[in-house]
């Protein structure tokens, strides 16, 4: 499985942007797919994620309610819409795949895409 991110950016807070990962699998509906981010300095920490169904997405307390994760099977994408962005935001955002489930941790995701910069400036 192969994981491409893009769509990151300079943007200043309050703004938005919309991250996507296209994945490169013919069994995408099989895998629930994560979004994580990793700071300058910082591990890296789980942000949202969806199952293969029936589409239930998790969130990281710290982006409930201004991040939303949604998936399009058909088009094998998965994206990540933030708005009310902080300038704590800032980091590489990155897209992984599970075949195991829904999980928050780094360890529970089978697959990585190369990551994309996410900068929010005060």
């Known amino acids: 499985v192969q994981l491409q991110a893009y769509g990151g950016g300079l943007v200043q807070a309050g703004g938005s942007l919309r991250l996507s990962c296209a994945a490169s699998t013919p069994t995408f509906g099989r895998y629930a797919m994560g979004w994580f981010r990793q700071a300058p300095g910082k591990e890296r920490e789980f942000v949202a994620t969806?199952?293969?169904?029936?589409?239930?997405?998790n969130y990281a307390e710290s982006v409930k309610g201004r991040f939303t994760i949604s998936r399009d099977s058909a088009k094998k994408m998965v994206y990540l819409e933030m708005n009310s962005l902080k300038p704590e935001d800032t980091a590489i955002y990155y897209c992984?795949?599970?075949?195991?489930?829904?999980?928050?941790?780094?360890?529970?995701?089978?697959?990585w895409g190369q990551g994309t910069q996410v900068t929010v400036s005060s």
């Open positions: 992984a795949a599970s075949s195991r489930g829904t999980y928050t941790s780094v360890r529970e995701y089978d697959y």
């Open positions: 969806i199952a293969w169904y029936p589409n239930t997405a």
